[in-house]
Every structure is written in C-alpha cells, then in structure tokens.
C-alpha cells in the first residue's frame, strides 16, 4: 500500500510539473504577454490556494490531530501553520537578501546572470511547499482514509495546485525572455522551475506514510506555506495594472476560491 501511495504522489506531482511546463511554453507561442490574462490567472490561482489551505488542509489537519494527537489539535494546527509560514518567509528572506547583492552589482559582468538566478530560484522555492502539500495529501490515504472520498480530496488538491502552476511557469520563462534569453532556454527554465514538486511531493507522502504521528502537523505546515504564497506573492502581483482592468484579478481570486470550494465539497 506504501508503494502505491507513493506513486499516486509521484503521479500527480508530475502533473502538476507538466502545468508548469505549458505556463513556461507560452513564451514560445506568444511573442506579448498579455497582462490581463497573467493577471486573471495569478489571481484564480490565488483563489484556489486559500481555499485548499483550509477545506484540503486545515480542517483535516484539526480533525486528525482531534483524533490521535495528545495536544490540543489548535495547539497542534496552529504550530503547524505558523511553521510554514516561517518557513517560506525565512526562505523568502533569504531570496531577498541575495537579490539585493545582485542589485548592487549593477554594471558587473554577472549583473544579468544574477537577476536570472534569483527570478528562478524565487519561484522554485515556491514550488516546494505546494510538492509538499500534494505528497502529504496522498500520503493520508495510507493511514485507513484510502476511500473513494479521501482520494478525490487528494486529486482535488492536485488539481488545484496545477491550476496555479501555470501562470508560475509564465512567471519565469517570460520575463527570462525580456532578459535576452532565447525562447528555447526561457521555456527550459520555467519549465525546470517546477520539477521540485516531484521531488517535494514523494518526500512529503514517504515522511507521512513512515511517521503517521506528525499528519496533523504536516498538513497545517503546508497549509501556512501555501496562504503565505497566496497573500504575500500571487495577490500583489495580479493587481498590476489595477487601474485600467480594476475588477480582473479581484474576481479571478473570487472564481478560484468558488471553483476549489466547489471541488472539495462535492468530491472530497
């Protein structure tokens, strides 16, 4: 049953990586970016996020920890997802701390380099929390949940996290294109961006699959990960352009936490 769980984890993660590589391939079709249309996507990714944070992540995670936990399960959760958010902020200091050395580099000869460097690794530390979170969701199914419910809310999570992985792959392969990158190495790079989730995801399901006493809290770590993505990054960044299209990204948020809503409820 470990076996299986682990591969339906290593499965959905590589189809979350191929959403990626179909964002990161738009620089290959399209020769403008279409702002509107970035802006609507991050926006329903943003959408989706918050909601699996809490119908996929969290109340499982307060159900578990009710169950088998000898903390309270809001002690529990609410460590958890305090955890993951530090996590992607220490991570996300730590970006911003190695851009700044890049900035002042300005002139130097690995001054463009260095912008390419820190626009790939921004997004590819994002993309391990959202691995994580599909890994620990299929992991739950070998702890006695593998039901026809307990699957679709995993498949439903993954499905939610390829949603926002295309405009991610967008993210990187276009502005590497403005950077003087060919289409071909833009592509490769944006796609490349996502394969950690592969990776995150197979841990995530092992480590949940092998120590069956820390679900309750890896679920709400990831939880805290994703909202802080969603809140400090998507968000921000689907409001460019707010002016002339005010409404656009507000109801692509709007349309995405509906639609995973939706998905929960009725599939999981």
Known sequence: MTHIVVLYALIATLGTWSVTALGAATVIFFRKQNQGALNLMLGFAAGVMIAASFWSLLQPAIERAAETSKLPSYVVVTVGFL???AFLWLSDKLVTRMRRRAENRQGSVGDRLNRIFMLIFSITL???PEGLAVGVAFGTLRSGSCTM???MGAITIA??????NFPEG???SIPLRREGCSRRKSFFFGQASGLVEPISGVLGALLVVKVQAILPFAL???AGAMILVAVHELI????HNKQAQPYVATMGIVTGFAVMMLL?????
Not at 236 to 239: A, I, T
Not at 264 to 268: H, I, K, P, R
């Open 83 to 85: 955890s993951g958010a």
């Open 126 to 128: 994002h993309n391990i």
């Open 149 to 151: 419910d307990g699957l």
């Open 159 to 164: 499905v939610g996290i390829g949603l926002q």
């Open 170 to 172: 967008a993210a990187v």
């Open 220 to 222: 709400a770590f990831a």
């Open 236 to 239: 921000p960044e689907c409001q």
């Open 264 to 268: 929960d409820v009725m599939l999981g």
